[in-house]
């Protein structure tokens, strides 16, 4: 669809939900005057909002015949919000029926009802934000830990956009005199040095690399890091679960094969966020049901980062554990074996029977032993080093996306160099390079895309 803005829009900025407080926001060039319709002023000198300044705050009733709340209303003149618009923001209680009251009465007046993400939209056809730092706006809300939080402020901040813009500068000026030459092709012209060209692409290649290679970091950042439990039937796997939760989350059973489908939990360990998956048990299947969920759990083992590997102490042989290890065994995985139901071996025997192996811990997951000893280790085996202080790291798949291309389209030049490819190819591929990049910061954007990416946001967002 086609984006017009000549309208107002309100929405409940805050969740919704009984809370102490709410937010309400209105935006649009009716902004003031729609809300002067309903808003009286009780402060000592009355003041209707369409005259008072941007930036300041008035208390005062909200209603039409019957007063609905008392309220504190912000004042934003644009170019100075957070739109660029004319915003009013309704600070009332934290009441569901009293927010929906003022909603509905706001639209009564005048307003619509604003679509998802709309108001960050319209910071950025504005020109308040580019589109990444847009994207940001929604990785913030959605953070779980701190290093989520870190990331997407920074991307907000527009550390990342930053560095499109300035390669994407550089290429446009390339990619303007390679074009140029085109139109005196017949006069043997060159505007453009090829040396300085093939220079400057090969030092934007190494910076996109970067960014592509950062990806798999930002990812785990982003949705956690992959951890498996798996093990065989009644070690005690959703115990351990229940024990890094801190929560009685998955059912807990001495019958073995209770759990048959993976259970997923994020769990955030220093900062970092571990997305535990509790499998089903590892053994020979006795129905079709407990089958699928055995094959799904060496699927999920196959997908992971890490997997907990949980044995029962009192119940395995080394030599049986050594034939478990064999199965699962990835390229890729950081397996960490986890002797569990220490307290039921009365001699301690485990030590001697399992300890030679390095990558060993031994808990009691029910009565809550050595767990914290396991987090810890968790907590170092998360990838970081793509996540050093002051780097970019890409978390969005769609960005990550047009830099592949983009990398591809500048292959592409440097090929066309070495073969003396003319003027015109050059230019087409530079071109392409700029567009996967202006994607990205949404200078080359569609309708669709827009409504894919804003589509996601929260309506008061």
Do not use: W
């Amino acid at each position: 669809m086609k984006y017009k803005f000549d309208d107002t829009i309100v929405a409940l900025a805050t969740a919704e939900g009984a809370s102490g407080l709410g937010v309400i926001r209105v935006s649009g060039k009716d902004a003031f005057k729609i809300t002067d319709k309903v808003f009286r002023s009780k402060e000592k000198v009355r003041i209707t909002l369409g005259k008072a300044d941007s930036h300041t705050i008035h208390y005062g009733t909200i209603g039409n015949e019957k007063v609905l709340d008392e309220v504190m209303v912000s004042v934003f003149r644009n170019p100075r919000s957070y739109t660029r618009e004319d915003v009013i923001e309704i600070s009332c209680h934290g009441s569901g029926y009293i927010q929906q009251q003022i909603i509905q009465l706001l639209i009564d007046k005048g307003a619509r009802l604003a679509k998802p993400g709309e108001f960050t939209l319209r910071a950025f056809i504005n020109g308040r934000i580019d589109l990444s730092e847009a994207e940001a706006v929604a990785d913030l809300i959605a953070a779980s830990s701190e290093e989520a939080h870190d990331l997407a402020l920074k991307q907000m901040r527009g550390g990342f956009s930053d560095e499109i813009s300035k390669m994407r500068e550089k290429l446009v000026h390339f990619a303007s005199m390679v074009e140029l030459e085109l139109d005196f092709s017949e006069e043997d012209v060159e505007f453009a040095n090829k040396q300085e060209l093939e220079e400057l692409v090969n030092e934007i290649k190494g910076y996109l690399q970067k960014l592509i290679q950062s990806f798999a970091y930002g990812n785990v950042i982003k949705n956690g890091i992959a951890t498996v439990i798996a093990g065989r039937p009644n070690a005690g796997k959703s115990t351990l679960l229940n024990a890094l939760l801190k929560e009685d989350r998955a059912i807990v059973s001495d019958i073995p094969g209770t759990t048959r489908d993976s259970i997923e939990e994020v769990v955030v360990i220093e900062g970092k966020p571990f997305r535990f998956i509790d499998t089903a048990g590892i053994r020979e299947a006795r129905d079709t049901i407990e089958s699928m969920g055995v094959e799904r759990t060496f699927k999920q083992i196959e997908q992971a980062a890490i997997v907990l590997y949980i044995f029962d102490v009192t119940e395995i042989s080394a030599k049986e554990l050594e034939e478990d290890i064999k199965q699962l065994k990835a390229d890729g995985v950081e397996l960490l074996l986890i002797g569990n139901k220490i307290d039921l071996d009365e001699k301690q025997n485990y030590k001697q029977q399992f300890g030679s192996n390095g990558n060993s811990h031994f808990v009691s997951a029910k009565l809550d032993q050595h767990i914290d000893e396991l987090t810890k280790k968790l907590s170092s085996l998360a990838i970081t080093s793509a996540g050093e202080k002051g780097s970019v790291v890409v978390t969005n798949a769609r960005h990550y996306e047009a830099l592949v291309k983009s990398d591809e389209a500048l292959t592409a030049v440097i090929k066309g160099l070495a073969a003396h490819s003319t003027g015109d190819i050059l230019a087409l591929d530079i071109r392409h390079a700029l567009h996967y990049l202006g994607e990205i910061t949404g200078e080359i954007t569609t309708d669709d895309l827009l409504d894919e990416i804003f589509s996601k946001f929260c309506i008061g967002k």
